[in-house]
């Protein structure tokens, strides 16, 4: 499967924004979707992920209540809802895709460009 991350940009501290992950390939359905996010000053952390069917998700306690993940496996879409953005949320947002569901990187096979999304106070 191929992914590519879209939706991120510059926003100030309590707006929102939704990124989305586009997969390309049949089997979109059959993968386990995540959310990852870095800085230059940490490592790769997970964020959110959603399980094959979508009647499952974990969030990250650094954004739970504010951030949602969803997908639409018929238009092979997953996508992260961010609300009340903070500062802190600044990072290189990528989606990912795996076949169990486990909140860490090394689960994850397949890996979109990530988007860039910036905070400002």
């Known amino acids: 499967v191929q992914l590519q991350a879209s939706g991120g940009g510059l926003v100030q501290a309590g707006d929102s924004l939704r990124l989305a992950c586009s997969a390309s390939?049949?089997?979109?359905?059959?993968?386990?979707m995540g959310w990852f996010r870095q800085t230059p000053q940490k490592e790769r952390e997970f964020v959110a992920m959603i399980s094959k069917s979508g009647d499952y998700t974990v969030e990250a306690d650094s954004v739970k209540g504010r951030f949602t993940i969803s997908r639409d496996n018929d238009v092979k879409k997953a996508y992260l809802q961010m609300n009340s953005l903070k500062p802190e949320d600044t990072a290189v947002y990528y989606c990912?895709?795996?076949?169990?569901?486990?909140?860490?990187?090394?689960?994850?096979?397949?890996w979109g460009q990530g988007t860039q999304v910036t905070v400002s106070s």
């Open positions: 990912a895709a795996a076949l169990s569901l486990w909140p860490d990187r090394t689960a994850y096979g397949y």
């Open positions: 390939g049949r089997t979109f359905s059959t993968y386990v």
